[in-house]
Nanobody, 112 residues
Framework: QVQLVESGGGLVQPGGSLRLACAASRSIFRINYMGWSRQAPGKQREWVAS???????NYADSVKGRFTISRDNANNTIYLQMNSLKPDDTAVYYCNWGGAFWGQGTQVTVSS
């Protein structure tokens, strides 16, 4: 079992930035897939970004160029830097460990 704790969510104005963090209770060093997904009210959960153990990153088209995923293996933590935020980015953001475990989520609200 792996516990994942997300943090860094909040209320931000359009065009603003937030940095989400996800701390894992187990090592992420050899975990090839670490990722972020989000779920907006009334919508299905959608994949946002992922990073491999080698540092290869992938992004959904809707966030490409605005979001950056990174990992800190020494601290078993992944991050999601979100810039140029839009109201459509409003959602609960979840991190995923190895495709198997999910965190409890952190709310991101983009509104003026």
């Amino acid at each position: 079992q792996v516990q994942l704790v997300e943090s860094g969510g909040g209320l931000v104005q359009p065009g603003g930035s937030l940095r989400l963090a996800c701390a894992a209770s187990r090592s992420i060093f050899r975990i090839n897939y670490m990722g972020w997904s989000r779920q907006a009210p009334g919508k299905q959960r959608e994949w946002v970004a992922s990073i491999t153990s080698g540092g290869t990153t992938n992004y959904a088209d809707s966030v490409k160029g605005r979001f950056t995923i990174s990992r800190d293996n020494a601290n078993n933590t992944i991050y999601l830097q979100m810039n140029s935020l839009k109201p459509d980015d409003t959602a609960v953001y979840y991190c995923n460990w190895g495709g198997a475990f999910w965190g409890q989520g952190t709310q991101v609200t983009v509104s003026s």
